[in-house]
Every structure is written in C-alpha cells, then in structure tokens.
C-alpha cells in the first residue's frame, strides 16, 4: 500500500523522537542513581554480556545510521520508492517497542528488568521484518538509501546478540543458573550456537553487515572477561576472529555483483 507524505514524515518524527528521548530518558536516570545495584549484578553474573563499551558503540552507530534512513524515506523524491513504502509500520513498531524498553530498563524493580528483556526478544523479529522490507541483500539500490541500509544490518544482528544476552538474563531472574564449575563449558558452548547462528543467519540474508554485531560483541566479552575467566575470554576471542572470518569471506562473495550492478549502465 503506498503510503503518503505525511505518514513518511511522521514516522520521521517518531523514529528520532524515541531515538532522542531514549538517550535523554536514560541519561537523566542514571544521573539522579548511581548504576542499578540489581541490574549491575546480573550484568556481572551473566558471561554473555560483553563489555559496557561495546553497547557504548554499537548503539550510538545504529541509532546515527536509522535516523539518517527514517529522514531520507521522508523525503518527497523517495515516495514513490517502493522498499520505504513497506518499511514503515516496522519503523513505527520498532520504536515503539524501542520505547517500552527504554522505559521498562531505566526501572530496576524485578517486573521492569524481565519487561525489557522479553521486549528485547520482541524486537527482534521487527527488525528482521524491517531488514526484509528494505530488500537488504536481495535487490542493488542506489546510494544513499545503501549506506543507511547498514544500519538495519546492524541492527538486526545486534539485536541477535542481544536476544541470547536477554534469554541468560531472563533465567537468572527465574533463579536458574549454571553450577560454579560448569559456568565456563556452558558459557562457551552458548556462545559457539550464538556464532553458529548468526555465520548461518548472514549466509541466508545474503547480508555480511549482519555479523559486524557478533564480531563487536565476543570482542567485548573477552575484554570484559580477561583476567577473570580467562576461560571465556580465550573462548570469546577465538570466536571473535572466527566470525571476522567468515565477514570477510562473506563480503568478498557479494561484492563483485554489487560492482556490476554499480557498473551496469541504467535503464
């Protein structure tokens, strides 16, 4: 269904408005409490989170890419572009949720940390929804709408990541936990499946970007683990690389028919 003018510049403004108001929201809360005591411990208790700093950089970048790409749809010479016309009520869903979780991870009572954990998980397959209606690895479009494209890329595998991240975070809070001296083997055998999955998930995207996440993310969990299971770290590290690997590889298979199509003269 084509969509007008008008809802391409409201959901413009929503996609920035959660965008601006997470960072705002969240800020003023951390500033009026030091970081949540029960929020921190299961961040701590949980090996799958990585470093405070890979969220630090994962989220700024997508958050940057997605408003570039919620203004560009908006503007009048992309209306009649058919992948904006079916990426809207994912925009719109997306931040919406986006906005339940903002709401629900700046609470640190029991209910308010499990709502932004399932919310999380919720958010997933929004994102993947809106990776498809963009066509990300499936049709060649022009620049800028490509580079903006990345940022759905990146944050559909950051929200992969951050699904197994909110299912270990989901089981603490139910009290099921690893015993002290298999926490390491099963920390890891979690973290093989997590690479597993997302080498296969870009493999089946046709979309290489999808796995910058995972490689950001097992970095940060060996910086954060080294020195104190060291175990994890070496695992997470090794991981780290394996799926750099398989980015690079992956590229270079899409690559030479993205240049053709950049070549190819236009209709």
């Known amino acids: 269904m084509k969509t007008s003018s008008l809802q391409r510049i409201g ?12 960072y705002f929201y969240t800020r003023s809360r951390t500033q009026r409490r030091s970081i949540f005591s029960k929020q921190r411990k299961e961040i701590d208790e949980n090996l799958l989170t990585p470093s405070n700093e890979t969220f630090g950089i994962m989220w700024p970048t997508i958050y940057t890419g997605t408003t570039a790409l919620a203004i560009h749809q908006a503007l009048p010479d992309q209306l009649d572009n058919p992948r904006y016309q079916k990426v809207v009520p994912w925009l719109l869903s997306s931040y919406a949720l986006n906005n339940v979780f903002t709401y629900s991870f700046s609470r640190e009572d029991k209910a308010s940390r499990r709502a932004s954990a399932l919310t999380t998980i919720a958010l997933l397959p929004n994102a993947l929804m809106l990776h498809k209606a963009l066509e990300i690895g499936q049709t060649e479009v022009p620049q800028p709408e490509r580079t903006f494209q ?15 991240i909110s299912a270990g975070n989901l089981l603490l809070q139910s009290g099921i936990k690893s015993p002290e001296p298999l926490k390491g083997k099963v920390t890891c055998g979690a973290l093989s499946a997590t690479a597993t999955l997302g080498i296969g998930m870009a493999k089946k995207l046709n979309d290489p970007y999808y796995l910058l996440p995972f490689i950001a993310a097992f970095a940060g969990i060996a910086s954060k683990q080294y020195g104190e299971r060291d175990d994890v770290a070496l695992c997470a590290g090794t991981l780290a690389l394996t799926v750099a690997g398989a980015f690079v590889t992956q590229l270079q298979e899409v690559k030479p028919s993205q240049e053709l199509a950049d070549t190819s003269p236009a209709e």
Do not use: E, F, Q
């Open 150 to 164: 990345k940022s759905i890329s990146l944050y559909a595998g950051w929200l992969t990541v951050a699904s197994v």
């Open 11 to 22: 959901t413009a403004i929503a996609v920035v408005g959660s965008i601006v108001g997470t």
